[in-house]
């Protein structure tokens, strides 16, 4: 706000003249019951002095009044984040040998950092990781590849059950 009163003022000092010297309207003087001369203030400076009231008054209502999202009254505790964190085992012995994790969106048909969560290796001490999906709504699958191409891999599916307190995939 400071700022804007200061570019303001500058801009009006600038368009009347910045002051003495540049205006050809002389102060005029009147004496007040005391005898003493005063001045009386030029129409140019208490215009100045309107505008710069308007202005902010202006501002200040546009700022109590607005529309779209300015009208929008949230309370302070709401932090407006959709991120899911949910904790991810793969129980031990799972997998006998040594093998691959992909944890990606359900509808993925190629595992790519664009569409999954996790990569990672995997043995037969299992796996405990938490993941931050970026809304309740995602569905996801693990598939287990394993480094032989004899083996199948293993494919598991997970949603959201909004009855739990915190998210839980447990992969036995």
């Known amino acids: 706000m400071n700022k804007l009163t200061?570019?303001?003022?500058?801009?009006?000092?600038?368009?009347?003249?910045g002051g003495s010297g540049g205006s050809d309207e002389q102060p005029t003087s009147s004496t007040n019951s005391t005898g003493q001369n005063v001045q009386a203030q030029s129409a140019s400076t208490s215009d100045t002095q309107v505008q710069t009231n308007t202005t902010q008054e202006q501002a200040a209502e546009e700022s109590t009044s607005g529309e779209g999202m300015e009208a929008v009254v949230v309370d302070e505790s709401f932090d407006f984040s959709t991120d899911v964190p949910v904790s991810v085992s793969v129980g031990p012995d799972v997998v006998s040998s040594r093998a691959f994790i992909n944890i990606c969106q359900q509808?993925?048909?190629?595992?790519?950092?664009?569409?999954?969560?996790?990569?990672?290796?995997?043995?037969?001490?299992?796996?405990?990781?938490?993941?931050?999906?970026?809304?309740?709504?995602?569905?996801?699958?693990?598939?287990?590849?394993?480094?032989?191409?004899?083996?199948?891999?293993?494919?598991?599916?997970?949603e959201f059950d909004g009855s739990l307190d915190s998210q839980q995939w447990i992969i036995n």
């Open 6 to 17: 200061v570019t303001l003022i500058t801009l009006l000092l600038t368009a009347c003249g």
């Open 107 to 158: 509808e993925a048909t190629l595992t790519s950092d664009e569409n999954c969560f996790l990569r990672a290796p995997i043995d037969s001490n299992g796996l405990t990781v938490d993941i931050l999906l970026p809304h309740s709504e995602q569905k996801l699958k693990a598939e287990i590849w394993y480094y032989s191409t004899s083996i199948e891999p293993l494919v598991f599916t997970w």
